[in-house]
């Protein structure tokens, strides 16, 4: 079974820029999380899909940052404009329903460097 | 690629030796929490998870402890070997894993000596 797939692997762009993740699910997963590392730090969740729909986006800084996931599969998430302090890694995850709870999968990540 | 585990509290042990990772979580009501494993330059890996009405889980050379009275999680990896290197983060959730919300912990970087 495929793993979570995240483009690009690696983005460096300068304060201000706008910049754009795409990350595509493992088949079938209805549930899709974006989460900040930041160097040190475990995940924190910014937003969670319930198939098309958003589910949690209270820690998403809706100011700079969008997120869609239009036919429930695929999602892309965005900085417009980047800050210094947005300097991390942005992992996707998805995940299924068993027994009862949501088991998380992860992608490898996005390491973004805003200079 | 560049560690994740900067900054991190370390647990440094001998190949061959048992591990054991601590984790303080912060929500009473949570009642579900996973042990994930992240190597340098990749995401989170599942490893184990464990449900509030349980106290002990057992997997393939680790056991998950769950003590509610004091919010404590520890995994205990048996055996550790080089591959075991990576940082391990506790995670719970807060929802009855109804909308599967996980907040994370700090993190330990574990270092194996070969």
């Known amino acids: 079974e495929a793993g979570v797939a995240q483009s690009p692997r690696y983005k460096i762009i300068e304060k201000r820029q706008s910049v754009a993740f795409w990350c595509n699910p493992i088949?079938?997963?209805?549930?899709l999380y974006w989460y900040q590392q930041i160097l040190g730090q475990g995940p924190k969740l910014l937003i969670q899909?319930?198939?098309?729909?958003?589910?949690?986006d209270s820690q998403l800084p809706k100011d700079r940052f969008s997120a869609e996931r239009l036919k429930g599969v695929d999602s892309t998430l965005k900085i417009q404009p980047a800050k210094l302090e947005d300097s991390a890694v942005y992992l996707c995850?998805?995940?299924?329903?068993?027994?009862?709870?949501?088991?998380?999968?992860f992608g490898p990540g996005t390491r973004l460097t805003v200079t | 690629g560049e560690s994740v585990g900067l900054h991190l509290p370390t647990l440094s042990v001998q190949e061959g030796d048992n591990s054991i990772i601590n984790c303080a979580y912060s929500?009473?009501?949570?009642?579900?929490f996973i042990w994930y494993k992240q190597e340098s330059g990749k995401g989170p890996q599942f490893i184990i998870d464990?449900?509030?009405?349980?106290d002990k889980r057992q997997g393939q050379r680790v056991t998950v402890l769950l003590n509610k009275t004091v919010k404590h999680l520890s995994l205990q990896i048996a055996a550790t070997q080089p591959g075991d290197s990576a940082v391990y983060f506790c995670?719970?959730?807060?929802?009855?894993?109804?909308?599967?919300?996980?907040?994370f912990g700090k993190g330990t970087k574990l270092s194996v000596k070969p």
């Open positions: 995850a998805s995940s299924f329903l068993r027994g009862g709870f949501y088991e998380q999968y």
């Open positions: 088949s079938g997963h209805a549930t």
């Open positions: 899909f319930q198939n098309n729909g958003v589910v949690d």
């Open positions: 929500n009473s009501a949570s009642d579900y």
């Open positions: 464990i449900r509030s009405n349980m």
């Open positions: 995670a719970e959730n807060f929802y009855g894993g109804s909308q599967g919300n996980l907040i």
